[in-house]
């Protein structure tokens, strides 16, 4: 990940806002679940909270997380509120400038060409983060999560806003459709 120094340069002047007040708040201790009411939902990024807008930033912290790293939540907002938001954050993070966001922030991450690709590489690693449709494809809110393979099946991190734990799954298709699917990443 860059360095905080480096991140703040090329950061918009509304993210170091949202930095300079999130650096006060509760840090993360493991896993984030519940992005409601877990210890970062005050956290802001854009014009809101994470309890409403943050599930990106915290499937991209217990990605990382969980691939062994030791993520800082505050810097990981100030990147994607800097480089990934749709409308300020009203509509959360856009997932079509995920990948350009990870490349500003050196998160070493690889892109799914689809979802099968998906779905057959998280077969075989550790850690990635999905983006998908609750609903209706197209007509409903996008949701982000990491996905941790437990080997018997699959751990998915902030499933739901008012779940403390992870929800277990025997596979992707078990909570995320193909066409739900928008997009995913591996975390390295």
């Known amino acids: 990940m860059i360095a905080k120094d ?3 340069k090329i950061a ?15 840090k993360p201790a493991g896993l984030i679940n519940g992005q409601k009411s877990c210890n970062v939902s005050k ?5 809101a909270s994470v309890s409403f807008n ?7 912290y217990n990605a990382l997380y969980a691939a062994g790293h030791n993520p800082d939540f505050s810097l990981i907002t100030l990147g994607i509120d800097s480089f990934a938001l749709r409308m300020g954050g009203l509509l959360g993070t ?25 779905v057959n590489v998280m077969g075989a690693v550790k850690v ?5 449709w609750v609903a209706k494809p197209k007509k409903s ?24 734990k992870p929800s277990r799954v ?19």
């Open 6 to 8: 480096e991140l703040l």
């Open 94 to 118: 856009d997932p079509k400038k995920l990948e350009d966001c990870f490349a500003k922030c050196r998160i070493a991450a690889v892109k799914a060409k689809d979802y099968t690709d998906f």
């Open 141 to 164: 809110l996008l949701h982000f999560a990491a996905v941790i393979n437990c080997g018997e099946g699959y751990d998915v991190c902030n499933r739901f806003s008012n779940r403390k």
């Open 43 to 47: 956290h802001r990024m854009g014009i």
């Open 54 to 60: 943050g599930c990106a930033p915290i499937a991209v």
């Open 170 to 188: 025997r596979g992707i298709k078990d909570f995320c459709p193909k066409e739900s699917y928008v997009c995913g990443f591996f975390i390295n």
């Open 128 to 132: 990635g983060i999905i983006c998908y």
């Open 12 to 26: 918009s002047a509304k993210a170091k806002r949202n930095y300079e007040k999130n650096i006060r708040l509760r």
